[in-house]
T-cell receptor, first 116, second 115 residues
Framework: GEDVEQSLFLSVREGDSSVINCTYT??????LYWYKQEPGAGLQLLTY?????DMKQDQRLTVLLNKKDKHLSLRIADTQTGDSAIYFC????????????????FGQGTELSVKP | EPEVTQTPSHQVTQMGQEVILRCVPI?????FYWYRQILGQKVEFLVS????????KSEIFDDQFSVERPDGSNFTLKIRSTKLEDSAMYFC?????????????FGPGTRLTVT
């Protein structure tokens, strides 16, 4: 079945790197995503990676994908207090081609706390 | 920058009442979605919609739920007879058409409280 798992909490000091981990079960997933949710707000798309890539870098964010182990990670370099939020990993198990739905399956979210 | 909007931001209703949650997707997007997040739980997929019909729905999306695109801009979720367990944050999302349109954008959500 489709399932995405994340650890619930991560606490880091300002300036350190944060690494948020995620495992997923559906090997047919085409795209994997990271979303950020600040308190009381919606889901902000941070970045995504296509399943035939191993790594994607976008400014302070680095996504690593180990397709064999179905493991995805998000590294935030030089973490700031403004990065404190819940980070959701999501997979897209249905094909995005031929007008199929493209639903997202989310993990339970990792709450990142950044201490000054 | 274009964004998905949702109204109202908070809706309080009594059990058994009908509610309609409204969304305005990004204007050139053609795929639309509803998700919900019960407090402290995962964001769950409800339904996807394309070309004026449902493309996929989850087990949660039973006969009390319906979706509609009544005009060229709005996308609505109707819950016919609300239950206490329908209390949640409901998110609308949209994405562009095309095989390579992989970015799904979410609205700020509507908090539904059923009393």
């Amino acid at each position: 079945g489709e399932d995405v798992e994340q650890s619930l909490f991560l606490s880091v000091r300002e300036g350190d790197s944060s690494v948020i981990n995620c495992t997923y079960t559906d090997s047919s997933s085409t795209y994997l995503y990271w979303y950020k949710q600040e308190p009381g707000a919606g889901l902000q798309l941070l970045t995504y990676i296509f399943s035939n890539m191993d790594m994607k870098q976008d400014q302070r964010l680095t996504v690593l994908l180990n397709k064999k182990d179905k493991h995805l990670s998000l590294r935030i370099a030089d973490t700031q207090t403004g990065d404190s939020a819940i980070y959701f990993c999501a997979e897209s198990p249905t094909s995005l081609f031929y007008n199929q739905g493209g639903k997202l399956i989310f993990g339970q979210g990792t709450e990142l706390s950044v201490k000054p | 920058e274009p964004e998905v909007t949702q109204t109202p931001s908070h809706q309080v209703t009594q059990m058994g009442q009908e509610v309609i949650l409204r969304c305005v997707p990004i204007s050139n997007h053609l795929y639309f979605y509803w998700y919900r997040q019960i407090l402290g739980q995962k964001v769950e997929f409800l339904v996807s919609f394309y070309n004026n019909e449902i493309s996929e729905k989850s087990e949660i999306f039973d006969d009390q739920f319906s979706v509609e695109r009544p005009d060229g801009s709005n996308f609505t979720l109707k819950i016919r007879s609300t239950k206490l367990e329908d209390s949640a944050m409901y998110f609308c999302a949209s994405r562009q058409q095309g095989a390579f349109s992989y970015e799904q954008y979410f609205g700020p959500g509507t908090r539904l409280t059923v009393t």
